[in-house]
Nanobody
Framework: QVQLVESGGGLVQPGGSLRLSCAAS????????TGWWRQAPGKQRELVATITSHGTPWYADSVKGRFTISRDIAKNTVYLQMNSLKPEDTAVYYC???????????WGQGTQVTVSS
């Protein structure tokens, strides 16, 4: 069983930056991508960015040009660099790693990001 642990959330002013980390406890070859989701109060969870096992990134239109997803294979860690943050980016951010045998995959516990002046 893989555990995903997120970190890096916090309070930041509009225009600021944060870097989220998602560390996997062990490497699992059945994982085909890792992604970041977010859920704001009263809203549905939305997919923000993903990176495949081959390193191909994808971004939601709402964050394109501001967020960058990357990975450190040696550390089993995926990062989400968030720049030019806006109040509408405020949400709990979750790391998710779907598997070939289980599209729902593994989930982290979430980390709160609050963008406010």
């Amino acid at each position: 069983q893989v555990q995903l642990v997120e970190s890096g959330g916090g309070l930041v002013q509009p225009g600021g930056s944060l870097r989220l980390s998602c560390a996997a406890s062990v490497r699992d070859s059945s994982i085909f991508s890792t992604g970041w989701w977010r859920q704001a109060p009263g809203k549905q969870r939305e997919l923000v960015a993903t990176i495949t096992s081959h390193g191909t990134p994808w971004y939601a239109d709402s964050v394109k040009g501001r967020f960058t997803i990357s990975r450190d294979i040696a550390k089993n860690t995926v990062y989400l660099q968030m720049n030019s943050l806006k109040p509408e980016d405020t949400a709990v951010y979750y790391c998710n790693a779907p598997r070939y045998s289980d599209p729902n995959g593994y989930w982290g516990q979430g980390t709160q990001v609050t963008v406010s002046s």
